[in-house]
């Protein structure tokens, strides 16, 4: 029976995925097997960062390929969880994929932020109290946390920005692509179908407000870190100084450490909200693919009416708690249905894929997050450094025995 294939590959804490399609020529009934990739990459610290992994990734991506050419590969977003891996792969290995048809998010796009003025202002103030917390970091007597650590490396411009210059060449076509982005002409599948719900074209969307706080850094106006910043703010206290009331001096330092660890979080969820968020269609199925989109963009999909059933979600920014959405917009993209709830309403059965390495990020993966997606798929993980090199999901043709 026909099948097309998803293919995780174990990155640790990362995503590199490759999708196999037997895509049929409507008007010549000729059957070609195509390739999707979707980014390669995982964070730069830790065991959830180790390099090694990404050998036998591209190893396997070339044999698949058999000298050809993939026929779209897709980057999300420009954190190095997501990045890193071509550009690895070339420089230490001398391995190098190529793709007729890429598509990279619209903000990735050189000359992007001169074309979205309000886009810049935000990214420009980001970026300078990125600089700020990592010159506060490095001056620092303790130093910062594994999870901090791995935050800020994940989210440097500068490390992120060689990766994206090559992954736009990876593609002889490359789109931009947003939500405004027709997808018909950026790729060469004929029978699977894409529907592009994210990301908004102008970015500006996503930008929290930074409040001044002193003392040398900034307060995030909205809180929501991922979880941990309670363990921030326990990690080694200094002294007060004399004369100083040792509560009071408490209060400022755990309140400054909580402050930095959301301004980071805030960092890093702007860029996870400019991924790349597609559906793929193929004979029935429907699968998701959201990048490591987080709750914003969720409700700017959920405004614009995009949200609608799957049978298949690449679960978001890791199994996250903010990766997923929670309530009526997880019922529609993944609403209640027979057979105990791990089927469609159409009655195919459904499935979830998480890539995530237990300690890189504190409270990531969610335990409740995975359990209520879980009472509506099949939950798939991989990414343990027991976990095999990578696993295969099989959506078959219901209407093709052979
Ligand atoms: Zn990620």
């Known amino acids: 029976m026909p099948s097309l294939r998803v293919r995780a590959y174990n990155v640790r804490f990362g995503d590199a995925i490759l999708v196999t399609v037997p895509d049929r020529d409507p008007a010549s009934g000729e059957v070609t097997t195509r390739h999707l990739l979707i980014d390669v990459g995982n964070v730069l610290t830790g065991s959830g960062g180790q390099d090694e992994v990404f050998a036998p990734v591209i190893d396997d991506v070339l044999e698949q390929l058999d000298g050809r050419p993939l026929d779209l590969y897709v980057m999300t977003h420009e954190h190095m969880d997501h990045v890193q891996g ?67 490396l994940n ?126 269609e193929w004979r029935g199925w429907r699968l998701l693919f959201p990048g490591d989109a987080e709750e914003r963009a969720w409700k700017e999909m959920a405004k614009r009416g995009l949200l609608a059933p799957v049978h298949f979600l690449k679960v978001g920014h890791h199994g996250s708690h903010n990766g997923t959405p929670e309530g009526e917009l997880l019922d529609a993209i993944l609403p209640p249905g027979p057979a105990g709830g791990a089927a469609a309403p159409d009655g195919r059965p459904r499935s979830a894929l998480v890539s995530t390495h237990e300690g890189t990020y504190n409270g990531v993966p969610h ?31 219901p209407d093709d025995p052979d």
Not at 224 to 241: K, V
């Open 86 to 152: 071509l550009l690895w792969a070339k420089e230490k290995r001398g391995l190098e994929i190529r793709a007729t048809h890429a598509w990279l998010t619209a903000s990735a796009e050189e000359g992007y932020y001169e074309r979205h003025p309000e886009a810049k202002k935000q990214k420009l103030a980001f970026d300078d109290a990125y600089d700020r917390i990592a010159l506060h970091l490095a001056a620092a007597d303790e130093a910062p946390s594994p999870a901090l650590q791995a935050m800020m």
């Open 155 to 280: 989210n440097n411009p500068s490390s992120t920005a060689n990766c994206v210059a090559h992954l736009r060449t990876v593609g002889a076509a490359t789109a931009y692509v947003s939500r405004a982005t027709d997808p018909a002409a950026t790729h060469p599948f004929r029978e699977a179908r894409f529907e592009l719900w994210g990301p908004e074209e102008d970015t500006s969307a996503y930008y929290g407000r930074f409040r001044p706080m002193g003392l040398g850094t900034m307060a995030a106006a909205g809180g929501g870190a991922a979880g941990g910043d309670d363990a921030e703010a326990a990690a080694a206290e200094p002294l007060p100084p004399p004369g100083v009331d040792a509560g009071a001096f408490y209060n400022l330092v755990a309140w400054r450490r909580r402050g930095i660890f959301d301004n980071v979080r805030m960092i890093d969820r702007a860029a996870n909200d400019t991924s790349v968020v597609f559906v793929l």
């Open 367 to 397: 335990g409740d997050t995975l359990d209520e997606i879980g009472r509506r798929c099949r939950v798939v993980r991989i990414g343990a450094a027991d976990d095999p090199p990578f696993t295969d999901l099989r959506f078959a043709d």
